[in-house]
């Protein structure tokens, strides 16, 4: 890389971390562009030369999220021997931990509006590309779990998989739009789920209950 990329890289890195403190301190709505240049020690101009606008980089924080959990559920092991249901939730939860812009709903419901409202913007497919990511990683924990015998030989994964991950997704969106849950609360109704979907489709046998 070289010194011009290195610096660009750089600039951009401290954009998103400015962005990141002021949204967590404050809110989405009540911070300015040019407050988050001023901290990320960059002109006005220069954020705009990286970014369209606070919308657009809302947009990759919330990809960039995604991206950091998906790195941290790969990194767990679902073959390792423990009951299936225990497995499920804890690759759940690694999705849903109680840090970065999890602690504030109201950034999430900002995330999520932005890329409802216009699906085309590359931001918005980048967000939900991560998103479907996140799903295949647990359709592929599925697969695995299968392949050993710890799910049914019948199991239609793909779509076990997507159902476990969407239900976990619907009830984050739930959370999102109440401020009085906690994150402690909402992974407990995540498990809890999670066991339900997972008592159906366990293969049967010694050692599989």
């Not at 301190?25 to 240049?37: C, H, M, Q, T, Y």
Request: charged residues 25%; aromatic residues 10%.
């Amino acid at each position: 890389m070289s010194l011009r990329e290195r610096h660009k890289d750089s600039r951009r890195s401290r954009i998103l971390e400015a962005a990141t403190e002021l949204f967590l301190l404050r809110g989405f709505d009540s911070v300015k562009a040019e407050e988050i240049a001023d901290r990320a020690e960059v002109s006005v101009g220069t954020f705009y030369n990286y970014f369209g606008g606070k919308n657009e980089l809302m947009l990759r924080l919330s990809t960039l999220e995604n991206e950091r959990v998906a790195m941290l559920a790969r990194e767990y092991d679902v073959t390792a021997d423990r009951p299936v249901a225990e497995t499920f939730s804890a690759l759940m939860a690694k999705f849903f931990q109680a840090e970065s812009m999890m602690l504030r709903q109201d950034l999430w419901r900002k995330g999520f509006a932005l890329a409802f409202a216009d699906v085309k913007l590359p931001e918005a497919r980048a967000f939900l590309s991560s998103d479907i990511a996140l799903r295949q990683i647990v359709i592929d924990a599925a697969r695995a779990l299968q392949t050993g015998g710890r799910l049914r030989a019948d199991l239609d994964c793909e779509a076990f998989g997507a159902a476990l991950y969407n239900t976990a997704n619907a009830l984050f969106l739930e959370f999102t739009w109440d401020d009085a849950q906690t994150i402690d609360g909402l992974n407990a109704r995540i498990a809890s789920h999670t066991q339900a979907l997972v008592s159906l489709a366990m293969a049967r046998g010694p050692g599989q209950l």
